[in-house]
T-cell receptor
Framework: EAQVTQNPRYLITVTGKKLTVTCSQN?????MSWYRQDPGLGLRQIYY???????DKGDVPEGYKVSRKEKRNFPLILESPSPNQTSLYFC??????????????FGNGTRLTVT | RKEVEQDPGPFNVPEGATVAFNCTYS??????FFWYRQDCRKEPKLLMS???SGNEDGRFTAQLNRASQYISLLIRDSKLSDSATYLC???????????FGTGTRLTIIP
């Protein structure tokens, strides 16, 4: 089954403790991206990657890191999480950028709480 | 002004009714447009793309008005299962940026 898989689904952690949220897709997609979703603010892009070893900042990259060593994986790293990073996170992928022939597919989300 | 704006609702509509909502966008160079549906605490899923000529998929009709810079979604004969948040998504092709609206929450009432 074609899908984008994120883990974990739920994560509660403390301020300053490094964590990684994994994202993997099995559709051979070139493009992958991370979003966070907060009430009243909608989905905001954190980082995106157009291909292996190519990553770029989105709208809200501060406090996050990503890597794209393999085409299928795009982990999100929080080196020193803070409470303002408490949010619902989504990984997404598409064949190439966004177009009518290349819609965005989302993972099922990771709800992160930083205390 | 927000780049993509939607009325957050909530819209409470009786089953079987027709409901429509709009989404405005600020960048006149925007290239492609989509409606996504998001159920509570779930991931967004593509509902339909919005083409220049307008398009229909069963009970759903999407329209694009480039002159006034808005897109619309019409749902006919609404079902309980249509209850969700509907996200307007706009691709500003120049920088390959995808911008999401904050969503319109729809509840269909029996």
């Amino acid at each position: 089954e074609a899908q984008v898989t994120q883990n974990p689904r739920y994560l509660i952690t403390v301020t300053g403790k490094k964590l990684t949220v994994t994202c993997s897709q099995n559709m051979n997609h070139e493009y992958m991206s991370w979003y966070r979703q907060d009430p009243g603010l909608g989905l905001r892009q954190i980082y995106y990657s157009m291909n292996v070893e190519v990553t770029d900042k989105g709208d809200v990259p501060e406090g996050y890191k990503v890597s794209r060593k393999e085409k299928r994986n795009f982990p999100l790293i929080l080196e020193s999480p803070s409470p303002n990073q408490t949010s619902l996170y989504f990984c997404a992928s598409s064949f190439w950028g966004f177009s009518y022939n290349s819609p965005l597919h989302f993972g099922n989300g990771t709800r992160l709480t930083v205390t | 002004r927000k780049e993509v704006e939607q009325d957050p609702g909530p819209f409470n509509v009786p089953e079987g009714a027709t409901v429509a909502f709009n989404c405005t966008y600020s960048n006149s160079a925007s290239q492609s447009f989509f409606w996504y549906r998001q159920d509570c605490r779930k991931e967004p899923k593509l509902l339909m793309s919005v083409y220049s000529s307008g398009n229909e998929d069963g009970r759903f009709t999407a329209q694009l008005n480039r002159a006034s810079q808005y897109i619309s979604l019409l749902i006919r004969d609404s079902k309980l299962s249509d209850s969700a948040t509907y996200l307007c998504v706009v691709n500003e092709a120049l920088n390959e940026k995808l911008t999401f609206g904050t969503g319109t929450r729809l509840t269909i009432i029996p």
